[in-house]
Structures are given as structure tokens and as C-alpha cells.
Nanobody
């Protein structure tokens, strides 16, 4: 069982930056892909960025060139560096692990990111 805890969200002006962190307390972090998702009011949860065990990354078109996902396996932590933030980036951001070898996925509780114009 993996527990994920996000941190680093907050209120920032357009054009500013935030760095989100997701710390995993279990033992399978380094064996699985990690992702960041977000959900804005009235919208479905969407994939923002993903990083595999071999450090291959994928990004939503809307954040390419502005966001960077990375992981530190020694610290069981995945990061999302967000630069040049826009009001449309406002959402609750969720950390995700998996699917693991049994097909299970794990979610953090979410952290609010609000970008003012």
C-alpha cells in the first residue's frame, strides 16, 4: 500500500512559478511510473505530466515548455516545476502512482493551485 502526499500549491500571479512535490511513504515508488493530474471546476480530471521508471516524460500540450516533471527515487518524491503560470492552470493537482504490477493505482489528496490574472 502506497500513501502519496502532495505539497507546494498556493496562490500565484500569472507569469509566476510554483514547485509541487509528492512524497510516497510506501516501498514501490521506484518501480512504477508517476504522474501529475489536475481537475478544474466543471472539467474532468486530466493528465498533466508523466514520468516512467526510465525517466521518459510526457506532457499535455497545454503545459509543454512551461512545466517539468522529475523524480528523485532516493527521496521517494516526484516534482512538478510550473513556470509561466496562466489563469487556466488553476486547478486541484493530484499525484498518481501506477498502475503497479497488479493494476492498482494510488492517488494523493490533491493540492490547490490558483493563478490570478
Amino acid at each position: 500500500q502506497e500513501q502519496l502526499v502532495e505539497s507546494g500549491g498556493g496562490l500565484v500571479q500569472a507569469g509566476g512559478s510554483l514547485r509541487l512535490s509528492c512524497a510516497a511513504s510506501g516501498s514501490i515508488f521506484k518501480f512504477n511510473a508517476m504522474g501529475w493530474y489536475r481537475q478544474a471546476p466543471g472539467k474532468q480530471r486530466e493528465l498533466v505530466a508523466r514520468i516512467t521508471t526510465s525517466d521518459t516524460t510526457n506532457y499535455a500540450d497545454s503545459v509543454k515548455g512551461r512545466f517539468t516533471i522529475s523524480r528523485d527515487n532516493a527521496k521517494n518524491t516526484v516534482y512538478l516545476q510550473m513556470n509561466s503560470l496562466k489563469p487556466e492552470d488553476t486547478a486541484v493537482y493530484y499525484c498518481n502512482l501506477g498502475p503497479d504490477y497488479l493494476g492498482r493505482v494510488y492517488w494523493g489528496q490533491g493540492t490547490q493551485v490558483t493563478v490570478s490574472s
